[in-house]
């Protein structure tokens, strides 16, 4: 098989959560223990820094992973899902696993593939484990997928655990409420492994501290450790901020191409997890710091957070999916300049909509919209719940349509956002 026809494979024979759900979801790691054994535990040959929570893990970890590569570290990246390339989801040094690799990889365990019958997301694990090795790479900052405790990347045992923060997501396999979802997430913690916590949450943190507490390791909260002040945005679109502890300035003037408000949240986490890195021992000169969080987009390919695609008018995509990550996200445009706002909006159908729908603007123009997958929302569902939410516009059957539809409407002086949906996004970008 060539690189199109084992992607077609991946697609067509393993089940993939980002496309059709449960029906993908694995509630244990016994295939993730079975790929492990079969190709002789790749993941013990480098240390890693594993990174979970609702919003901000993608963000962090590519902070995190940005970082290291500046102070000259062979670093591998995986994170999850991609938006226009599978290879997005293993990196090394901000490049794509090669699609050489890819072939080869599943050429040679395609036997144990059918044996198994792994989800998509249990192969790719495995995948990006062992590019890591076959690379030898000095670190991996690993993502987790979805929770933790029942995550396929969980089988590590990380120098240093991360949890962003707790929202309401993924209910349907994580519980629902904060306190149910947090002991998932939780689940990454292990003995001796020091934690970060990157926000402090009533809710959450008795879990977090059992979780500590019998695991005998160290929990730091990043927003009791630091606080950051309002950013200003460069001429050169970037964001600039000061780090605060206690009372001093301890990182002044610092500087990131990532221009989401919410990332101050993502920074303190990641100037944390770091700051833990360096008591471990790895030499990362502050100048580093600086440079990784100044060009992260740059140096890992990050993509679809607060991208502006275009100037005039105003065209931001972002992939926020979840109340907690819409509510930054409409904050931050509705303390933006505009004529009027034009939203381009899809959701997925395990998502909770109502909430969602609650959070967006009743001044907006919509265009409600389903992406190309099983798992996308009607679009005349959506717009029919929008419309009982007190929310005006028109459904489209492609996000093509309602995103050209926009275009078209909106002025010069106007504000064009895209979002709801990851694939929502992505499909945008493919246009661009």
Not at 196 to 205: A, D, F, M, S, Y
């Amino acid at each position: 098989m060539n690189y199109n026809e084992t992607i077609t494979y991946l697609y067509s024979q393993l089940p993939v959560y980002q496309r059709i759900g449960k029906a993908a979801y694995k509630d244990n790691l016994d295939n993730t223990h079975a790929l492990d054994k079969h190709l002789n535990s790749p993941h013990q040959n480098y240390p890693t820094i594993h990174v979970a929570g609702t919003n901000g893990k993608g963000s962090v970890s590519h902070m995190i992973a940005a970082i290291l590569q500046k102070a000259g570290f062979k670093t591998g990246l995986y994170t999850s899902p991609h938006l226009l390339d599978f290879r997005e989801r293993i990196k090394v040094n901000g490049k794509p696993v090669s699609k050489e690799f890819v072939v080869a990889f599943i050429h040679a365990i395609r036997g144990k593939i059918e044996e198994l019958q792994p989800s998509f997301f249990e192969l790719t694990v495995a995948m990006a484990f062992q590019y890591f090795k076959e690379e030898e790479v000095d670190y991996a900052v690993i993502e987790v997928g979805m929770g933790g405790r029942l995550d396929s990347t969980n089988i590590i045992k990380p120098l240093l655990s991360v949890i962003t923060n707790i929202g309401m997501d993924h209910t349907a396999y994580l519980g629902n409420t904060i306190e149910k979802i947090a002991i998932e997430k939780a689940g990454i913690i292990k003995e001796g492994t020091p934690v970060i916590i990157g926000r402090t949450q009533t809710e959450t943190h008795p879990v977090f501290s059992s979780f500590a507490a019998k695991s005998e390791t160290t929990l730091i909260y990043a927003n009791e450790k630091f606080s950051i002040s309002d950013s200003m945005i460069e001429q050169e679109g970037k964001q600039v901020f000061d780090i605060v502890q206690g009372e001093k300035v301890v990182f002044s003037n610092l500087k990131t191409d990532l221009i989401g408000r919410y990332q101050k949240e993502n920074i303190i986490t990641a100037i944390l997890a770091i700051s833990q890195l360096s008591e471990r021992g790895i030499k990362i000169p502050i100048s580093c710091l600086y440079g990784g969080l100044e060009n992260t987009a740059k140096l890992t390919g990050l993509r679809g957070r607060w991208e502006i695609l275009e100037k005039k008018p105003l065209t931001i995509t972002d992939m926020a999916h979840n109340a907690d990550g819409l509510q930054q996200v409409f904050s931050q445009l509705a303390a933006s300049r505009y004529n009027k706002l034009h939203v381009v909006f899809g959701m997925v159908n395990d998502k909770d909509a109502g909430k969602a729908l609650e959070i967006l603007p009743r001044d907006a123009i919509y265009y409600f919209t389903r992406a190309g997958i099983p798992r996308a929302l009607d679009e005349m569902t959506l717009a029919n719940l929008a419309r009982e939410k007190g929310l005006q516009g028109q459904a489209y059957s492609t996000v093509k349509g309602a995103f050209l539809s926009a275009k078209e409407n909106a002025g010069e002086e106007d504000v064009l956002f895209i979002g709801g949906s990851t694939f929502v996004v992505a499909e945008v970008l493919a246009l661009k």
